[in-house]
Structures are given as C-alpha cells and as structure tokens.
C-alpha cells in the first residue's frame, strides 16, 4: 500500500501534466459605463513563458529551471496613509496574468472584489458557448474538408482549445486569490532578498498563522500540524532563529504542501459528511497512519536507519529545512487526530484516487505559483540523473517565515480543490 500511495500524488497526479509553450494575448481593459468593465480589442504580442516543473525530468545533462514569472498584474492600492508610501502599490499575489480574461478578472478583484463570482459564471458561460460552437463547427467542416483544409481547421482548433485552457487556468487562480482575499490573508509575494534587511532575510511579511489555522477544520487542521511537525521537527515552536537554505528545496517543499492541501480538503469533505450522515465506520485503529507516505516520502525526513535515509537523501529539501534535526524527534511530534486514522480506512484504489490531482489545470497552476514564488534557480541535470544544484541560490529565512509557508502553501492546495469544483459544475474540464 504505501509504494502505491506513494506515487498518488507525486507521481500520478503530476506525470499528468506536461508543459506546453502558451502564447498569450493581453487583453486591453476599457470602461463603458460607471463602475462597468469591458474588454477591448486584443493585443497580438507574444509573451514567453517559462515552467516550473514538478515532474520527474528525463535523464541527461541538461539546464531545467521553475521560469521567472515576476509579479501579479493586479495591483492593490497601499493602505498607508503616510507621504512616502502614499500613491504606491504592492503585489496581491506573485503571479502575472496574461490572458484577456485574466486581465479582466485582475482589475475586477481591484475595483469590485464582490463581483468576482459572478464575472466568473459569465466568463465561464461565453467559453461553454465557445467551445459548443467550436465543435459544431468542426463536425459540419471537416466532413467535407480534405489535404492543406483538414490540417487547418484542426490547428486552428488547436490554437483555439489551447486559448481556452489558459483563460480557465487563469480563472481557476483568480478565484484561489479572491478566497485568500475574502479570508483578510495576503498572499506572500515573490521570495527575494530585501534591501531594508542587511542579514538579507527573505520573509518580512507579517505573520497571519492565526488566520490560516482558522481556514481548516479541528481535524484538518490536527493533520497540518503533523505536516508541520514532520518537515520542521523540534523547530516547529522556534519562530525566530534563521537558516540559509536553497531556494530551490524550499520551492520542492512549497509545491509538495499545496499538493497535501489539496488532498487534504478532498479527505476531509468526505470525512465531514460521513461524519454529519453518522456513517463514519465504527473501528477505526490507533495505529499510526500512513498518511505521509499515500502524499510521497518526498516530503518526510529520515525516521532512523539507513534505508530512510537514503530515501530521503533523494529529496534533500525536508532534512534541510529541519536544521538537522535529529530523526527521532518526527515521529515523537506526531498526534494521532480520526482523520488520519480515517484515511488508513481507504483501500489502495481509493487512496490513489483521492491522492491524485484531478486536472491538467490545477497541475499548471501549482507550476506557475510556485514558479512566480521562487524564481528560476540556476540547476544542472547530471548524465548519472541527479540534480546538480551547487549554483542554487541561498536564501536566509526564520523558522517562523517557513511555517507561514507551509500554512500557506496547504491552504493554497484547499482552495484549489475547491474552486476547481466549483468551476467544473459550470464548465466541465475534470476528467472522469
């Protein structure tokens, strides 16, 4: 069970996903009428894109990145009233929308927040008839098409079903984003160096850990805490001291936990109703769950003798962020909460099921944020297949801002599940 647990999420689910190279088409924002926002005609200037990859890459010598994704178009006013700071802007979230509809969607969150959710339903209903009147199209043309016409139209349905794919992405972020609004949680933005610390630590954002527990369900939230203990060890209560730490692992860890939340809310929903229906099976064991390994080994360090060790040795990123901690001291963090021991209640099907990310969408998006998170690090494929990251850069942060993180980055994974759901109920896109 745990070897195929194990590939649910880290293997599976993402595997699913391959890059493709999107030309986007910014669209012009225009005002018809007071407090109405239209598009306007398109622009055609390509926009290169780069991808954080969290598949496995192929074997050779070879450069690979995440891609530098700077800044979030939409731009929020500064709350502060003093002369300085009076007329700027700051960041609502780190990644750049690029399609019309994203566009449009950005400077709804800016002018009218509460008119999110429906510009959504009426964006969504226009790419449902788009895509009916694409396919009628095809099925009337291409019957009676042949040679250099064939070719065309399908490219131009090509074309078309990719533009589409971009926008519901981008929708699908918009709406993650507005739900980290609605909540009063700014999201981190891009992690660099700031010129106002001379010890040139990265996490000057306020803590909200308070806000972000309060997110998730008493048994959800037990469930983070062990994710937390598990990555943090006997760090977990120190918010304070430092550690210079590659960014590149701290992004492995970043993308690994939205993974976990989104698994996690998927779980949990289905726990809550059978809990609500009093349906819930009547034996559960106290045994320790398998929970971690059905989300990857990837994200949980050494618990003692070799074999552990080397397996996590091939995802260096947890042991690094625990600061060498002892392994002895994870497994003694752990509580036993009814959602995990609810978990282990699945069969291995199910497990692989629940563990596996639904979309090609929800993939790209875990891509792109943690790209735009962490910028492009400077890593090597070697022929043996490792990873050769000596040039990575090296980032100094607390224990407190990495915590803000994996809160974060867990949540990030909730909403996603859910406004993925939510989108798929108007626009279907979820595979079967």
């Not at 990555?231 to 976990?260: E, H, P, W």
């Not at 400077?378 to 850069?393: A, E, F, L, M, Y």
């Amino acid at each position: 069970m745990e070897a195929a647990a194990t590939s649910s999420v880290f293997q599976s689910s993402i595997a699913a996903s391959r890059p493709s190279n999107l030309i986007a088409r910014p669209g012009i924002l225009t005002a018809n009428g007071p407090g109405f926002l239209r598009l306007g005609p398109k622009t055609h200037s390509p926009i290169k894109q780069h991808r954080f990859s969290i598949c496995q890459p192929k074997v050779g010598h070879r450069r690979m990145g995440y891609g530098s994704r700077r800044g979030f178009v939409v731009r929020a006013a500064a709350a502060s009233s003093s002369p300085d700071s009076a007329g700027s802007a700051s960041p609502i979230a780190p990644l750049q929308l690029e399609s019309p509809i994203g566009q449009f969607l950005s400077q709804i969150m800016i002018s009218h927040p509460h008119l999110v959710p429906s510009a959504v339903d009426q964006q969504l209903e226009q790419l449902q008839t788009d895509r009916d009147a694409e396919q009628k199209k095809e099925q009337k043309e291409e019957p009676s098409a042949s040679g250099t016409d064939l070719v065309l139209y399908r490219r131009i349905a090509e074309v078309k079903a990719t533009e589409r794919r971009k926008a519901l992405e981008e929708i699908l972020y918009a709406l993650v984003v507005q739900k980290f609004m609605d909540a009063n949680v700014s999201l981190v933005p891009a992690i660099s160096p700031t010129a106002s610390d001379p010890s040139g630590q990265v996490d000057s954002w306020p803590s909200q850990d308070e806000k972000l527990e309060q997110l998730h369900s008493p048994e959800a939230y037990e469930m983070i805490r062990n994710h937390l203990s598990l990555i943090l060890g006997n760090r977990l209560g120190d918010s304070t001291s430092l550690a210079k730490i590659s960014k590149l692992k701290v992004g492995q860890v970043y993308a690994a936990s939205v993974m976990y939340g989104y698994f996690l809310k998927r779980v949990d929903q289905r726990f809550q109703l059978e809990k609500t229906m009093k349906i819930l099976p009547g034996a559960m064991g106290a045994e320790d769950s398998d929970i971690h390994k059905s989300v990857g080994e990837d994200v949980r360090p050494g618990s003692g003798g070799e074999a552990s060790q080397a397996g996590a040795s091939s995802h260096p990123e947890v042991p690094s962020l625990a600061g060498g901690v002892s392994p002895g001291g994870f497994g003694n963090a752990l509580k036993h909460s009814r959602l995990r021991t609810y978990v282990m209640s699945f069969d291995g099907e199910t497990l692989h099921r629940y563990a596996t990310i639904r979309s090609r969408e929800a993939i790209s998006i875990i891509e792109k944020h943690t790209e735009a998170l962490f910028g492009r690090p400077d890593i090597v494929i070697t022929p043996q297949g490792t990873v050769d990251s000596s040039k990575d850069d090296l980032i100094k942060i607390s224990f407190g801002g990495l915590r803000r993180l994996i809160l974060e980055s867990v949540t990030f994974g909730s909403f996603l599940w859910d406004v993925e759901s939510y989108v798929d109920s108007r626009y279907h896109f979820v595979a079967n």
